[in-house]
């Protein structure tokens, strides 16, 4: 695979993300579907949104892993959440952590929607690329 990221923007080093992602000759592409805080028997989590979040990312890690990619092939990582502030207050550092640990630059849309499964409050789609 060959990778180039677009940010023609000085503002966009400021954000967890670019503004494109363009692949070459990827050898597969694998689309997550979206990822909540669901533990393995598919119990729905009763932690806060930041607890969530450190649960979607690790199925999100497991459910890449056993697809045969790595993290650091995401290319785009769109976030859903009932609460932009509360994401921003409570996970931020959550989320640009788990960003930088796997060497990701991604194209993202974050979405602030109404209600999401099991009323949690917050839930990751992905796309990754080998």
């Known amino acids: ?7 023609p923007w ?4 400021q954000t967890n993300s670019v503004q ?5 000759q990827p050898e ?14 598919g119990q729905p989590s009763t932690a806060d949104m930041r607890g969530q979040l450190i649960q979607i990312f690790e ?3 497991h459910l890449i892993d056993t697809a045969g990619y790595e993290c650091q092939g995401i290319v785009r ?4 959440t009932t609460s932009m502030m509360e994401f921003f207050t409570t996970c931020g550092d959550v989320y640009q952590e788990w960003i930088a640990k796997h060497g990701i630059k991604q194209a993202t849309t974050m979405f602030e929607v109404k209600g999401l ?3 949690l ?10």
């Open 20 to 24: 494109a992602v363009e692949i070459k």
């Open 59 to 61: 199925n999100l890690e």
């Open 117 to 119: 499964y099991a009323n």
């Open 77 to 80: 990582l769109n976030v859903f």
């Open 10 to 13: 000085k503002w966009g080093e």
């Open 28 to 41: 597969g592409t694998l689309y997550c579907s979206g990822q909540v805080a669901i533990d393995a028997a």
């Open 121 to 130: 409050g917050v839930e990751l789609e992905a796309t990754v690329v080998k």
């Open 1 to 7: 695979m060959q990778k180039q990221t677009i940010d």
